[in-house]
Each structure stands twice: as structure tokens, then as C-alpha cells.
């Protein structure tokens, strides 16, 4: 039956927001979104891992640092804008980001080992441990800004009010977790006792309302790195990293709906279980801000072959990321009634306190393979593929003892990763031309999808018969040059990024139900800049 309502600020002590640590978290801190290093490096696409002596061997192939014969010093600066064009029910929209950062600096200090250089032993051809180099540095693996805007969409089908009823059902009141909690506070659910039990129905009941979506992310996962590579009678290069990462992302989520064609203005109490029931609402606002930190470890292992002077083959992989997170988070929700037993219309507010949850998080491995083919002292050609099994990323709980209150087993949302995801080959091809100091570039990229056909599926607004499908993979272009001096170098590259995604704002239990998805275009442009000093 309709409450009193009042000013509320609801405690969080039963908000356990474990909807926040799901198989979303996983995929989204598995994944990279630009080839990590110099410019040199991307602008021939990524495809690096045969060619080496560079500093981006530490995020690909740290055998590649076996190659280097002097030392160096380099940064690299990048500016990035992204555009988001998103679809919602029947309405278009779009948001723009971007921004200026420094993510790569790096060093490599080389030494020489064989001393049999001399004009004597020209003759001689070079045996054993030649020369090598360790390296330590920064690179970012992933930038998380971007946003999502989507206004005033008319959603005939549902309200976001049934996504806290579906939730609810079967529990008392008392029961209900925090943010469920603000909903029944605040009228955006109510129950009723019928015979065969308690039953939650929501505000807006039926949908016919205007939603306005917007998601705004920002953060990025940083990889800090240790390398070793050697040279081996110039034929094999081998060399291993240890990488340590941190990331930090955000996201403000916003969701408003309205009554705009004033469908529910009245109160209609529960009388003789005569359905549907339907509360006063005018518009109902779900704010929504959780913050993830972390920390993890890795490692990485590869060799290069040199069978011949213009050929090398290259093998690497890479150990799965092991990730401590915590996640931040608070609720707050608005229900504005145009009836209320004041008489009048009336605006409630409230929040949940600040609360946080502390798990971890095992990414994919990773294995690849690549060549390199040197046309003289003209060109080199590059190619590489690399596998990705993102079944295999786990969610785990801090918490060892299932005991422990903190405890959390994460059973449904790994069972949810093995089911929603799949192994993926991405693929990286890149060219460089020489013209005496010059260097020209260019490269692609295709990153296969991670999502299962079934998880890339969605149902037609405009054709609830009708299944589409995104192309979640991600197809890279790019462009670049640079200038080679003794002491110095400078290169400059342009990235084109392009990959759809999509997202529930939320979801409708019923098997039957439309359930409403927002489809999201992502074109991404980098422009980078590496300044390297040899010495």
C-alpha cells in the first residue's frame, strides 16, 4: 500500500552492488585499445614483435630489446578524440571526448658483451652471448574516456521502475538490497499482499515513457615494465618483462524517464486485485557512480629467429594479469510524483552512503606469433597475429574463507564469461620505407570479436521479430613517419580506431519482454609523437 513518503537517506549496510563486479569488468580490463609504445611502433600498426629494437618490445615481444645497439631514451605524447554515436529504441545520439597525455616513456640501457670486434677478427663470425639490454618504463595499455548520450527516447514497452520490481519480487521489504530499497522508499516500486504472496508492481507499469540516457567513463590502465633482452651470435634474440599495472576507471551513469504524455497522473489503490496498479509518477531520475582501483602483475616471454640477415620469426606470450580491485560506489535516486498525500505534486530524494568491494580479477592469456622481411635497406615488412582466450578471465573474492562475510563466490558471473565470450585471433600487418634519414609508414589491425553470436545479438526496436547483430570487433588504420639521426629520432603517427559495442541501461526479467539496448558506433583518431635520444 502507498507509504508517506519522506526526505530519506537509506544506510548502505545491505548494499553489496555485486551487479557492479560482473563479467562487464572483466572483458573491459582485458582489452586494449591501442598498440602500447612509440610512435614508430604505431604506425606500422602494432605489427612490431618481429622487428624489435625498440622500446614497445616491452609491452610485445621483450625479446625484441635484444636488437638494440645503443641506448636510448624516449616519450611519447598522444592526443586523442573519440566519437560516440549511439542508437536507443527509435533515437540517435552522440558525445564526444577527448584528451592530451604523455603515456609512454621509456629507457634502454645496452650492453656489449663480446669483445671480438676488433680489425683482427673481421673474419671471425660473432659466437654467444653478444650483447644485451634491460629496459624499464611506462606504457599505457588502455584509456577508458568516453560518453554516451542518448535524449529523450520514447520507450513504449517498459520503465526503468520494473527492472527494481523484477529484482524485488519474493522478499520483504526489510530484505531488499540498498538500492532496491530507495526504489520502494521513494514509490518507484510499491507491493500489494495477495494470497499466493507479496507482489511489487512499479511506477510507469507500462511503459510509454521518454528515457534519456548518459554514461560518462574515464580512467586508464597503466603498465609499468622491466625487460631483459639478449642477442645470441645474431641469429636468436630472447627476452622476458615483468609488467606491474594500475588502473583506475570511473563511470557516471544518468538515467532520467518521464511521463511526458501524462499516462499515470493518478493513484489507483489496490481494490478487490483489480491490475494494473499505478502510481502518480512524473519523472524518475537514477544517478548512479562507481570508481574501480587496482594493481596487478604479469609476464612476458619471447625469441626471435634470425635464419637469414633479411628474415625474422618471432614467438612471445604472455602471463594472465593478476588484478586486486576495488570498487567505490553510491546511488542516488529521484522520484517526482504529481500526486502525493500532501495533495500536491512532491519531489523525494535519496542515497545511498558511500560503500566499497574489494575482489580480483585473473585477465586472459595471451600467445602470438609474427614475421619480418627486410627488402634491403628500402623497406620492411611486417606481420603478426596473437590469440586471446577471454574464457579463461575469472573473477575471484578476496576473501579465501567461505565463511568470511566478505566472501563471494562469483559462481554466476564466471559461468556468465564462459558463456557470453570466446577466444579471439587479432591480426596486425605494418611497412616501413626508407629514404635516407626518412621513414614513412603505414599499418592495420583486426581484433576479432570477443562476444559469442548469441551475446552480439539484439532485438529490432522497429522489429521486435527481428534479430540484429553488432560487429564488436575492432579494425585499426594507421599512418607514419619519422626522421632517424645518430643521437636523435623523432616519429609521429596517426591512428584511426573504429568498434561497436552495446549496453542494457537495464534489463526486464520477462522472457517475453522487449529488452531495451543501446547500440554505440566508436571511431576513435590518435595522433602520437615520440621524441628518442641514442646514447
Not at 537517506?9 to 553489496?16: E, G, H, K, R, V
Not at 548512479?288 to 619471447?302: I, M, P, Q
Not at 567505490?328 to 530524494?349: D, K, M
Amino acid at each position: 500500500m502507498m507509504k508517506s513518503p519522506i526526505l530519506l537517506l537509506i544506510a548502505c549496510m545491505s548494499f553489496t552492488v555485486l551487479d557492479a563486479q560482473n563479467e562487464l569488468d572483466a572483458l573491459r580490463h582485458s582489452q586494449s585499445s591501442l598498440p602500447a609504445g612509440t610512435a614508430r611502433s604505431m604506425g606500422m600498426g602494432g605489427a612490431f614483435s618481429a622487428v624489435g629494437a625498440d622500446l614497445s618490445s616491452a609491452a610485445t615481444n621483450p625479446a625484441g630489446l635484444g636488437l638494440f645497439r645503443q641506448s636510448v631514451f624516449s616519450f611519447t605524447p598522444v592526443f586523442r578524440a573519440t566519437q560516440t554515436a549511439s542508437q536507443y529504441l527509435d533515437t540517435t545520439g552522440s558525445g564526444e571526448t577527448s584528451y592530451l597525455r604523455v603515456p609512454s616513456i621509456g629507457v634502454s640501457f645496452y650492453n656489449r658483451t663480446y669483445t671480438g670486434y676488433g680489425a683482427e677478427d673481421t673474419d671471425v663470425e660473432p659466437k654467444g652471448v653478444l650483447s644485451y639490454s634491460v629496459a624499464f618504463g611506462i606504457n599505457q595499455l588502455e584509456n577508458y574516456t568516453r560518453e554516451t548520450k542518448i535524449e529523450d527516447s520514447f520507450n513504449p514497452y517498459s520503465s526503468i521502475g520494473q527492472y527494481f520490481a523484477d529484482r524485488s519480487q519474493g522478499l520483504s521489504p526489510t530484505s531488499l538490497g540498498a538500492v532496491d530499497q530507495l526504489a520502494f522508499q521513494l514509490l518507484v516500486i510499491d507491493t500489494v499482499v495477495l494470497s499466493d504472496g507479496r507482489t511489487y508492481f512499479p511506477a510507469a507499469s507500462e511503459g510509454q515513457v521518454a528515457q534519456t540516457v548518459q554514461r560518462q567513463e574515464t580512467g586508464r590502465r597503466n603498465e609499468w615494465y622491466f625487460g631483459f633482452g639478449a642477442n645470441y651470435s645474431d641469429k636468436v634474440y630472447f627476452g622476458a618483462s615483468l609488467g606491474l599495472q594500475t588502473l583506475r576507471y570511473e563511470q557516471d551513469f544518468t538515467f532520467n524517464e518521464q511521463d511526458i504524455n501524462n499516462l499515470y497522473e493518478f493513484y489507483y489503490p489496490y481494490d478487490d486485485n483489480v491490475f494494473p496498479l499505478q502510481i502518480p509518477t512524473n519523472e524518475i531520475r537514477f544517478l548512479d557512480n562507481f570508481t574501480t582501483r587496482g594493481t596487478g602483475l604479469n609476464g612476458k616471454a619471447g625469441i626471435i629467429l634470425r635464419p637469414v640477415d633479411a628474415l625474422r620469426i618471432s614467438v612471445s606470450g604472455q602471463t594472465p594479469t593478476f588484478l586486486t580491485l576495488t570498487d567505490q560506489f553510491t546511488t542516488t535516486l529521484v522520484h517526482s510524483l504529481t500526486l502525493s498525500p500532501t495533495g500536491g505534486p512532491e519531489e523525494y530524494t535519496a542515497e545511498t552512503d558511500p560503500a566499497s568491494f574489494e575482489y580480483s580479477l585473473m585477465t586472459p592469456w595471451k600467445a602470438g606469433a609474427g614475421l619480418m622481411y627486410q627488402l634491403g635497406k628500402i623497406a620492411i615488412i611486417s606481420a603478426e597475429a596473437d590469440y586471446t582466450d577471454y574464457r579463461s578471465a575469472r573473477l575471484r573474492s578476496i576473501e579465501r574463507s567461505i565463511s568470511s562475510p566478505g566472501y563471494y563466490a562469483f559462481r554466476d558471473e564466471n559461468a556468465r564469461i564462459q558463456e557470453y565470450y570466446k577466444g579471439t585471433f587479432n591480426y596486425r600487418v605494418g611497412a616501413e620505407a626508407r629514404v635516407d634519414i626518412f621513414r614513412l609508414r603505414a599499418g592495420a589491425a583486426l581484433y576479432g570479436s570477443p562476444l559469442t553470436q548469441a551475446t552480439s545479438e539484439y532485438t529490432d526496436f522497429n522489429n521486435l521479430q527481428n534479430l540484429l547483430t553488432i560487429n564488436a570487433s575492432r579494425k585499426i588504420l594507421t599512418l607514419g613517419a619519422g626522421i632517424r639521426q645518430p643521437s636523435v629520432h623523432v616519429d609521429v603517427a596517426y591512428i584511426y580506431q573504429f568498434q561497436q559495442d552495446k549496453f542494457s541501461p537495464y534489463t526486464v526479467q520477462a522472457p517475453d519482454s522487449f529488452q531495451p539496448v543501446i547500440i554505440n558506433k566508436v571511431q576513435a583518431h590518435t595522433v602520437a609523437a615520440t621524441v628518442g635520444f641514442n646514447f
